[in-house]
């Protein structure tokens, strides 16, 4: 049975169609295509393994594809031409639909790709990773890589739909799920306190593929994400929650090189020192931050950050985020579980603690 949410955003307003066998489904993209171009974006991967039955679905089209190199180092500029390159040699018009068919990093191209090509063109999410179901495919964050900072080259632009279809999910490598449970996690720790104990419950049915579970997750979390976005499109204010042990979890990506560790592996870890650090406020107690280590770690994930990295590297790297403002570091932290804040209301011995804890933190879970 499909379920369809929406994305409540005035005339930007748009459907997640969430359900089993969904990409070969021509009526779910059809009323998203105004005109008779067609640019499929995907990568060396997800081609093998989901192109024919998405092409298939869009047999009524004139349809191009452009095939990208895999992996998070290749989310840049240069790779963002690859798309452009292909749209110009195939004279694509302003009337145009990419098709975003992949996880995060090809979502979050295809999105700028779209946002550009030719001042903005539709696009459609076709989400393959659970990261990407629950997280990035929605919302309408845009963005490639700079050396200097991740997703520091972006922009806000929303797709027209998102087709996540939880039979893909099958084909995910075991890390990548994890990953993905991650940002799930998240949406528990941030705003739904009833849905972290279900998923304290379920952590284990979701890192084992449990269809029935991974398609109430991607529901839920699509549901969580739909409502912060609708309240703050741009991230004035309340959209930053979403980035809870993002600022951690950034600066391990880019110490560690793009692709060392996944996006969600390093969330986590990142969501651990946030929750350490709520719980040196007084915000949530040390129960609180060992069930969180103990949920993370039955659904594989890392809960430390990478041994090597010292204070000062999360210093400096955390420095870049987009939430500093005025030179001033803001974290997301927690007030309870189900519940965060994005304050600069810490002192820099309590974030220095948190950054000491380092290795601790992992031996101190269940
Ligand atoms: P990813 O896109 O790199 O995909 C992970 C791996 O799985 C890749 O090797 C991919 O080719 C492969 N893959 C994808 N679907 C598959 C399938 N069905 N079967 C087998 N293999 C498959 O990583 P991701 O975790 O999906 O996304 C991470 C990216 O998303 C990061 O760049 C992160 O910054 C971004 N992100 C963006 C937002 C946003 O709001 N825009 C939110 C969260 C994360
Ligand atoms: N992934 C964070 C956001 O969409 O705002």
């Known amino acids: 049975?499909?379920?369809?949410?929406?994305?409540?955003?005035?005339?930007?307003?748009?459907?997640?169609?969430?359900?089993?066998?969904?990409?070969?489904?021509?009526?779910?993209?059809?009323?998203?295509?105004?005109?008779?171009?067609?640019?499929?974006?995907?990568?060396?991967?997800?081609?093998?393994?989901?192109?024919?039955?998405?092409?298939?679905?869009?047999?009524?089209?004139?349809?191009?594809?452009?095939?990208?190199?895999?992996?998070?180092?290749?989310?840049?500029?240069?790779?963002?031409?690859?798309?452009?390159?292909?749209?110009?040699?195939?004279?694509?018009?302003?009337?145009?639909?990419?098709?975003?068919?992949?996880?995060?990093?090809?979502?979050?191209?295809?999105?700028?790709?779209?946002?550009?090509?030719?001042?903005?063109?539709?696009?459609?999410?076709v989400p393959t990773t659970l990261l990407s179901q629950v997280d990035s495919s929605v919302g309408g964050k845009t963005a490639v890589n700079h050396p200097m900072g991740k997703n520091m080259i972006g922009a806000f632009y929303q797709p027209k739909c998102v087709i996540a279809d939880i039979s893909v999910l099958a084909t995910l490598p075991q890390r990548e799920l994890s990953a993905g449970i991650a940002e799930v996690v998240k949406y528990g720790l941030i705003c739904n306190n009833e849905f972290y104990l279900w998923l304290d419950e379920n952590v284990e049915a979701l890192a084992s593929y449990d269809t029935v579970a991974l398609s109430r997750a991607v529901e839920l979390s699509c549901l969580d994400k739909a409502a912060v976005v609708a309240q703050d499109e741009k991230e004035g204010g309340i959209r930053a929650i979403l980035n809870l042990g993002h600022t951690f979890g950034h600066a391990i990506e880019t110490n560690q090189g793009y692709g060392v560790w996944l996006h969600g592996e390093a969330v986590a870890a990142g969501m651990v020192m946030a929750a350490d650090m709520s719980w040196r406020l007084g915000n949530i107690s040390q129960q609180d931050v060992q069930r969180l280590q103990g949920m993370l770690k039955r659904a594989q994930l890392p809960c430390v950050p990478p041994k090597e990295m010292s204070n000062q590297d999360f210093i400096d790297l955390m420095q870049v985020d987009k939430k500093v403002l005025d030179g001033k570091l803001r974290l997301v932290l927690l007030t309870a579980i189900g519940e965060a804040v994005v304050t600069s209301d810490f002192s820099a011995d309590t974030l220095h603690q948190t950054l000491d804890a380092g290795e601790q933190l992992g031996c101190s879970s269940q």
């Open 1 to 125: 049975m499909m379920k369809t949410l929406t994305v409540d955003l005035a005339d930007r307003s748009y459907p997640i169609f969430i359900g089993e066998s969904l990409i070969s489904n021509s009526d779910l993209y059809s009323p998203y295509i105004k005109g008779k171009q067609v640019m499929i974006v995907t990568n060396t991967t997800v081609a093998p393994l989901y192109l024919e039955q998405v092409k298939s679905a869009l047999s009524d089209y004139d349809v191009d594809e452009v095939i990208l190199p895999d992996g998070e180092q290749y989310k840049n500029l240069d790779t963002l031409n690859l798309i452009f390159d292909a749209l110009l040699e195939k004279r694509h018009n302003r009337t145009t639909t990419l098709i975003a068919l992949g996880g995060g990093v090809v979502g979050d191209m295809t999105g700028f790709a779209a946002s550009c090509y030719q001042r903005g063109v539709d696009f459609i999410q």
